[in-house]
T-cell receptor, first 114, second 116 residues
Framework: DAGVIQSPRHEVTEMGQEVTLRCKPISGHDYLFWYRQTMMRGLELLIYFNNNVPIDDSGMPEDRFSAKMPNASFSTLKIQPSEPRDSAVYFC????????????FGPGTRLLVL | KNQVEQSPQSLIILEGKNCTLQCNYTVSPFSNLRWYKQDTGRGPVSLTIMTFSENTKSNGRYTATLDADTKQSSLHITASQLSDSASYICVVSPPINTGTASKLTFGTGTRLQVTL
């Protein structure tokens, strides 16, 4: 398996623009997680899905953030409109049997909002 | 206050030396504690997972210990290599029956640099 795949790897955009981050989890995994990592706050869980259904989105910072998982092999995290404070590395991770299973992280998308 | 605190924040050691990283947590109860290694520019990779009833878990040159009474965990790296240079993150998972088992609490990490 190729592991968790994220795209794009890097994104530079201007404030106010819409940003869409994409994730393909490992085949067979039933949990998918979106994280944000910054120097100041470390890793933060934004939202996670179980069997394509959003379970907890309490970590989503604002209404500007939204996430979808239309099927078991694809998820998106959208920021609209983007702001400079959204600049961070966004990770997608997947696992089987969430609390007992290892979460496998993707390479991340480094987002810079100017 | 962060529920998972790690020390030191950063550490520099010579290749071949051993080192120990510390993790103190207040998340209670919990189902498991994990150590992740994160290389620069990459996503975290799991090193060990320990349930609350386990005291130690090894993965090659990495050995994690857990003291549930004092709420402390440590990660010991033996005979360090240049490739061990990375951030090491301690992560605690709440109990399964709380319905929040997937909401991991992350420490801010220890940045380790191994030099010649």
């Amino acid at each position: 398996d190729a592991g968790v795949i994220q795209s794009p790897r890097h994104e530079v955009t201007e404030m106010g623009q819409e940003v869409t981050l994409r994730c393909k989890p490992i085949s067979g995994h039933d949990y998918l997680f979106w994280y944000r990592q910054t120097m100041m706050r470390g890793l933060e869980l934004l939202i996670y899905f179980n069997n394509n259904v959003p379970i907890d989105d309490s970590g989503m910072p604002e209404d500007r953030f939204s996430a979808k998982m239309p099927n078991a092999s694809f998820s998106t995290l959208k920021i609209q409109p983007s702001e400079p404070r959204d600049s961070a590395v966004y990770f997608c991770a997947s696992s089987f049997r969430a609390s007992l299973g290892t979460q496998y992280f993707g390479p991340g998308t480094r987002l810079l909002v100017l | 206050k962060n529920q998972v605190e790690q020390s030191p924040q950063s550490l520099i050691i010579l290749e071949g030396k051993n080192c120990t990283l510390q993790c103190n947590y207040t998340v209670s109860p919990f189902s498991n504690l994990r150590w992740y290694k994160q290389d620069t520019g990459r996503g975290p990779v799991s090193l060990t997972i320990m349930t609350f009833s386990e005291n130690t878990k090894s993965n090659g040159r990495y050995t994690a210990t857990l003291d549930a009474d004092t709420k402390q965990s440590s990660l010991h790296i033996t005979a360090s290599q240049l490739s061990d240079s990375a951030s090491y993150i301690c992560v605690v998972s709440p109990p399964i029956n709380t319905g929040t088992a997937s909401k991991l609490t992350f420490g801010t990490g220890t940045r380790l640099q191994v030099t010649l």
